[in-house]
């Protein structure tokens, strides 16, 4: 089965920028979809079909995928992006939806 | 404004059975594929199950397939999971997502429900 794999956590600043990966052998050829879920809460889209945002979602965050790695990328970083995110693709072989295995934004 | 309702969580002991259902409003519902996502405490997500506008394509992960039935009521406006043989390991708030446009699988969720609490304990 396809696997997502992503770093537990990711520690920024406020101000500075964070940097989220997820790895996927070619997931350079998958369209990757990013979520933030805060502590209680549902997770919510920030990032769709690579580097496309929702409406109401702030231009700090942007995405792109090449290769066998996606970025999330988050700029000018805030006490509010404190959340986890998580990564999904869907995988065509398996007819599978999958979930990268998340990572934890901690602003400091 | 789209909104998704989840409800019939509980606790229910192994090798029972629950259903869930996710109400719909906001949108047309019959237009769009939906989607059962889960998430055992302190972990990640876990997608469970989907099923097209029309119901003529369902999706299962491993983990629940003959366990598990994903169906829907377009005329309710409202998607389902029923839940049998369940085990301990399906401990988990239970999600339910929109997905993409009509037929289509592979797009990304863009609304989210708030969740219901499954526990499977005796």
């Known amino acids: 089965s396809y696997v997502l794999t992503q770093p537990p956590s990711v520690s920024v600043a406020p101000g500075k920028t964070a940097r989220i990966t997820c790895g996927g052998n070619?997931?350079?050829?998958?369209?990757v979809h990013w979520y933030q879920q805060k502590p209680g809460q549902a997770p919510v889209l920030v990032v769709y079909d690579d580097s496309d945002r929702p409406s109401g979602i702030p231009e700090r965050f942007s995405g792109s995928n090449s290769g066998n790695t996606a970025t999330l990328t988050i700029s000018r970083v805030e006490a509010g992006d404190e959340a986890d995110y998580y990564c999904?693709?869907?995988?065509?072989?398996?007819?599978?939806?999958?979930f990268g295995t998340g990572t934890k934004v901690t602003v400091l | 404004e789209v909104q998704l309702v989840e409800s019939g969580g509980g606790l229910v002991q192994p090798g029972g059975s629950l259903r869930l259902s996710c109400a719909a409003s906001?949108?047309?519902?019959?237009?769009?594929?939906m989607n059962w996502v889960r998430q055992a405490p302190g972990k990640g997500l876990e997608w469970v199950s989907y099923i097209s506008s029309s119901s003529s394509t369902i999706y299962y992960a491993d983990s629940v397939k003959g366990r598990f039935t994903i169906s829907r009521d377009n005329a309710k406006n409202s998607l389902y999971l029923q839940m049998n043989s369940l085990r301990d390991e399906d401990t988990a708030v239970y999600y339910c997502?929109?997905?993409?446009?009509?037929?289509?699988?592979?797009?990304?969720?863009?609304?989210w429900g708030q969740g219901t609490l499954v526990t499977v304990s005796s």
């Open positions: 070619n997931i350079g050829s998958k369209s």
């Open positions: 999904q693709v869907w995988d065509s072989s398996s007819d599978h939806y999958v």
């Open positions: 997502a929109r997905g993409g446009f009509g037929e289509l699988f592979g797009d990304y969720f863009d609304y």
């Open positions: 906001g949108f047309t519902f019959s237009s769009y594929s």
